[in-house]
């Protein structure tokens, strides 16, 4: 008989719960001054440090999948999981800040000043998540403009950093949109036909602007000169020289090839075998959204709670976070595929051979 046989399992020793109820050790109560509040404080982050360790664990499962030359449906199947499982725990790290909203700013200054300079800048599982994604150095809109990494410890800091040379969820993306199939048809040239599609609807625009009496002449002509930058933008995506200055000049993120894939997806989303990978393109915008609104409430609960006090990691507190949340973004390019989408009544039409193929999984 194995031990495993002779001593059932317990509860509370599966859990460690021993150990992790152990964990909630106020500041204010070693400082002589118990603050209760300051429970509800450290468990909600406590909690939020556990989220983020499921994360790590569903992205690392991510990256393990899209490292592979090939990446089979059923693998992307599980890709899609893992990321809507990330989705769904975003949503519980936001409602998370509605309970710690229960906590008044009078409650958050008895135990405030304990805390400095400890923040959430020293969250090195967040730090983790940020550069699994994609965030690179360059991206991030830094405090003092000092490095990201400043604030934690050497080891810390190591562990951090050295996640930035590693391949991200970005960096994987962009390798497998660009070994997508359907970018070439054979003799159907679709970037051809797509131009003459977006030329149609831009000249139909044209004439709507141009003919509408209710216009003034000026207004015409600013509507006119937008249509112009549109048209610039649609010709600079077909065209690979145009892109890559773009991209150069940090105007894109993605190669070209990996761009015109997810348009194609976008585009194609109804076509059977392109219902996985745009889900999974569109996880990864959530994502992005996700983190963004959830570093737009904490903006807005430090202001509820400080005003316009500094942080305890000492930056501007809920000027900083606000503009972070429009700022740290990893999948900008996924969400500018919009721009270029085309109504689905000005699609070109698929040669029937492409169509047939798109309703089954391809052999290689």
Same mark, same amino acid.
């Given at each position: ?7 059932? +399992? ?34 909600? &982050? ?19 999948? +899209? ?5 089979? *449906? ?40 304990? +805390? ?87 000249? &139909? ?5 141009? *003919? ?153």
């Amino acid at each position: 008989m194995t031990d495993r046989q002779s001593k059932p +399992l317990y509860y509370p020793d599966y859990l460690r719960l021993d150990s992790l109820l152990a964990c909630q050790q106020m500041e204010s109560a070693r400082m002589g001054s118990p603050a209760h509040d300051e429970m509800l404080f450290i468990v909600v &982050h406590q909690a939020y440090e556990l989220w983020f360790k499921q994360i790590l664990w569903e992205l690392d499962s991510v990256r393990e999948t +899209l490292s592979t030359p090939v990446v089979e *449906e059923r693998e992307l199947g599980k890709t899609l999981k893992n990321l809507e499982r990330v989705v769904a725990i975003q949503r519980v790290l936001i409602q998370q800040i509605d309970v710690l909203e229960t906590m008044t700013p009078l409650d958050f200054l008895d135990f405030r000043d304990y +805390l400095i300079p400890a923040s959430g800048f020293q969250s090195v599982q967040f730090r983790m998540i940020e550069n699994r994604l994609g965030l690179r150095p360059e991206d991030r809109l830094t405090f003092g403009r000092a490095k990201y990494s400043n604030r934690l410890e050497e080891s810390d800091r190591a562990l951090v950093e050295s996640i930035e040379n590693e391949p991200s969820i970005f960096d994987l993306v962009d390798n497998w949109l660009s070994r997508t199939p359907f970018i070439s048809f054979g003799g159907f040239d679709f970037w051809s036909a797509y131009s003459t599609a977006v030329r149609s609807m831009l000249e &139909h625009d044209r004439k709507a602007i141009v *003919e509408n009496p209710t216009l003034s002449a000026d207004h015409k002509q600013r509507q006119v000169d937008g249509l112009e930058q549109t048209k610039a933008q649609f010709e600079a995506i077909t065209d690979a020289s145009k892109y890559e200055a773009l991209r150069s000049d940090g105007g894109f993120r993605l190669g070209h090839d990996s761009f015109k894939a997810a348009l194609l997806i976008s585009l194609y989303r109804d076509e059977p075998i392109l219902h996985i990978p745009f889900r999974l393109l569109s996880l990864l915008i959530d994502i992005d959204e996700n983190f963004s609104t959830w570093r737009y409430r904490h903006a807005l609960m430090v202001l509820r709670m400080l005003g316009s006090k500094i942080g305890t990691g000492g930056s501007s507190g809920q000027d900083y976070l606000h503009e972070v949340a429009h700022h740290n973004k990893v999948f900008k390019d996924l969400n500018r595929v919009s721009t270029f989408l085309i109504p689905r009544g000005r699609l070109p039409e698929l040669p029937e051979d492409v169509v047939r193929s798109m309703g089954f999984r391809l052999s290689t």
